[in-house]
Protein backbone atom coordinates (compact mmCIF):
# COMPACT_ATOMS: atom_id res chain seq x y z
CA UNK A 1 0.00 0.00 0.00
CA UNK A 2 1.16 3.66 -0.85
CA UNK A 3 0.01 7.45 0.11
CA UNK A 4 -0.20 9.50 -2.48
CA UNK A 5 -1.23 13.21 -2.71
CA UNK A 6 -4.78 13.91 -5.03
CA UNK A 7 -5.74 17.45 -6.50
CA UNK A 8 -9.07 17.54 -7.51
CA UNK A 9 -9.68 20.07 -10.25
CA UNK A 10 -13.21 21.84 -12.05
CA UNK A 11 -15.55 19.01 -12.20
CA UNK A 12 -14.12 17.03 -9.98
CA UNK A 13 -13.37 19.20 -7.68
CA UNK A 14 -16.95 20.28 -7.50
CA UNK A 15 -17.90 16.49 -7.61
CA UNK A 16 -16.31 15.52 -4.89
CA UNK A 17 -16.24 18.45 -2.97
CA UNK A 18 -12.57 18.69 -1.86
CA UNK A 19 -9.47 20.33 -3.73
CA UNK A 20 -6.90 17.77 -2.38
CA UNK A 21 -6.46 14.37 -0.33
CA UNK A 22 -4.20 11.94 0.79
CA UNK A 23 -5.59 8.11 -0.94
CA UNK A 24 -4.16 5.38 0.74
CA UNK A 25 -4.22 2.75 -2.29
CA UNK A 26 -3.22 -0.69 -3.59
CA UNK A 27 -3.19 0.47 -7.18
CA UNK A 28 -0.15 0.51 -9.22
CA UNK A 29 -0.95 2.72 -12.28
CA UNK A 30 -2.47 6.09 -12.78
CA UNK A 31 -5.60 4.87 -14.57
CA UNK A 32 -6.40 2.20 -11.66
CA UNK A 33 -5.74 5.29 -9.45
CA UNK A 34 -9.14 7.29 -11.08
CA UNK A 35 -10.65 4.11 -11.07
CA UNK A 36 -10.52 2.97 -7.96
CA UNK A 37 -11.52 7.00 -6.94
CA UNK A 38 -14.52 6.36 -9.40
CA UNK A 39 -16.15 3.92 -7.69
CA UNK A 40 -15.69 5.37 -4.06
CA UNK A 41 -17.48 9.00 -5.17
CA UNK A 42 -18.89 7.89 -8.52
CA UNK A 43 -17.23 10.48 -11.15
CA UNK A 44 -18.21 10.65 -14.68
CA UNK A 45 -16.43 8.76 -16.99
CA UNK A 46 -14.28 11.33 -19.08
CA UNK A 47 -12.51 10.32 -22.54
CA UNK A 48 -10.43 13.35 -22.89
CA UNK A 49 -9.01 13.63 -19.58
CA UNK A 50 -5.15 13.97 -18.53
CA UNK A 51 -3.16 13.02 -15.75
CA UNK A 52 0.03 14.53 -14.34
CA UNK A 53 2.20 12.86 -11.56
CA UNK A 54 4.35 15.48 -9.58
CA UNK A 55 3.94 18.53 -12.11
CA UNK A 56 4.67 16.01 -15.04
CA UNK A 57 2.19 15.15 -17.95
CA UNK A 58 1.89 11.29 -17.28
CA UNK A 59 0.01 8.31 -19.24
CA UNK A 60 -2.27 6.31 -17.81
CA UNK A 61 -0.51 3.13 -17.43
CA UNK A 62 2.23 5.11 -15.67
CA UNK A 63 3.70 3.65 -12.28
CA UNK A 64 2.96 5.48 -9.09
CA UNK A 65 5.37 5.59 -5.68
CA UNK A 66 5.22 6.62 -2.61
CA UNK A 67 4.92 10.14 -1.72
CA UNK A 68 3.68 11.16 -5.34
CA UNK A 69 1.27 13.69 -6.09
CA UNK A 70 -1.58 13.13 -8.62
CA UNK A 71 -4.28 15.21 -10.90
CA UNK A 72 -6.55 14.92 -12.55
CA UNK A 73 -7.82 17.39 -15.19
CA UNK A 74 -10.64 17.10 -16.85
CA UNK A 75 -11.58 18.65 -20.37
CA UNK A 76 -12.32 22.45 -20.31
CA UNK A 77 -15.08 24.05 -21.83
CA UNK A 78 -14.44 27.26 -23.17
CA UNK A 79 -16.82 30.81 -24.05
Known amino acids: MITVQ ?3 FAI ?3 HIGKNTE ?3 TEEKTAGGLYD ?3 ARYAL ?3 VHMKVAIN ?3 AEWDAALTEG ?3 VFIP ?3 GG
Do not use: C, G, K, S
Open 55 to 57: DEF
Open 44 to 46: PHM
Open 68 to 70: DTI
Open 6 to 8: IEY
Open 22 to 24: AVD
Open 75 to 77: PVA
Open 36 to 38: ELA
Open 12 to 14: LRE
